[in-house]
């Protein structure tokens, strides 16, 4: 893998935020467990300047992983532009959800996620899960191939 983008692990690190007091091990430990030990090592790792993403435990991952680590510049968008057209994308799908309870944002965040995964694209012509697992995602709401007959 050239270059990974984290664009729904964005959500995922914000609820480890939301939830926890995050520290930088459980950022480090969320990388290494559902990122890299998922999808394989990656040559660049691409985050922002928060201490929790840049620090020595972080250094120390990445060396070991053998991928660079580069950090998005800050006040300048386009660095990252990918994960910020996601967010522009995202953050308001989330927010049509949520049931004004700006505390329970968390709890629709897998189902949004679910959501994007699963949609054509316009920039590829593909879902995201097309992309990844080389054939069409099977959602609960397609009608099935064949039909089931139960009698009593």
Known sequence: ??????????????????????????????????????YG?????????????????????ALLMGFKHAFARTYHPQTNGQVERFNATFYPQLAKLHDGNLNNWDEYLRACIFAYNTRLHNTTGYSPIQLMFAREPILSFDSPTSTITLTV
């Open 1 to 38: 893998m050239e270059s990974l983008r984290l664009s729904e692990w964005t959500f995922e690190v914000q609820r480890l935020f939301h939830q926890h007091k995050t520290i930088a091990t459980t950022i480090a430990q969320f990388i290494v467990e559902e990122v890299i030990l998922k």
């Open 41 to 61: 090592a990656s040559r660049k790792i691409l985050t922002h300047q928060d201490t929790h993403f840049k620090n020595e435990l972080m250094e120390k991952i």
